[in-house]
């Protein structure tokens, strides 16, 4: 048995050093001697419809290829025993839609079902149908309320900056709050049950779904975080910030990508710290029937 990691930057772990990855805390609770083989990345989408052609050497530098679809066919010994940890679906509806004051409800509502209930399901059906070994199991991740309620509405700004999102200045901060937390938690709420539904219609006894459990009380700038956000002074807040620098430094080169590269720079803002992530293995971990 080996425990193989495919997915976006949540899978990935973004911000955080490999042994507080929730793939290596799985692995080592299961006891499990191989380190997991890691193919999720930062950035990656589903790929059903398709995905750009950049690439990066490092998963803390966001792109959508290779692809969701692409890793698990890329996954090698798929005769053999292991345990699939997966997930997917908030790059394809993308960030910036979701923390965009101009999306509307509907629009959301459409490009949630689209992403992690159609194209879910596709890729469990595709995915399961390689991995033939009947000891295998497959377990997918879902997400959580980047923003919410409980989030402090002086420092969202922040967290809109990180993610290219502006607005004009004479809008009402307090309607642009407002509208933001109510389409994070839609999301939230919304991608939860396409998940599940995606689990439950793939048909297959091998796949679980794995809910970490978050609350609005662990959203960025709210009470209890369970995930990275950036400082007042607009630093990163994760663990490999140095490396990650570099590694943006190398993908995007060229003065001209000073957008990108400063996105790239704070890629870990909305993503699980080190107690969240432990709190998704945990998850895992019960989903397999192991806790």
Known sequence: MKVTVVGDSVAWGQGLLDAHKYGSIVNQALGIATPPLMLAHSGATIGIRGATPFSAKSGEVPTSAPTILDQVKAAPDPA?????????GINDVNARVILNPLTTFTDLSHKTQRYCYQDMLTLLKTTTQRFTSPESRFVVTGYFPVLSRESAPFRVPLMLAVNGVSFAPFTSHEVVFDKIVALSL?????ATDCLQRAVRDCGDARVSFADAGFTEKNAVFATAPLLWGVRSDFSSQDEVVGDRHTACNIAYPLP???VEREACYRASAGHPNVAGAQQFAQAILASLAVV
Request: no cysteine; aromatic share 12%.
């Open 80 to 88: 053999a025993a292991q345990i699939l940890l997966m997930n997917g």
């Open 256 to 258: 001209i990508a000073i």
């Open 186 to 190: 839609q999301f939230w709420k919304e």
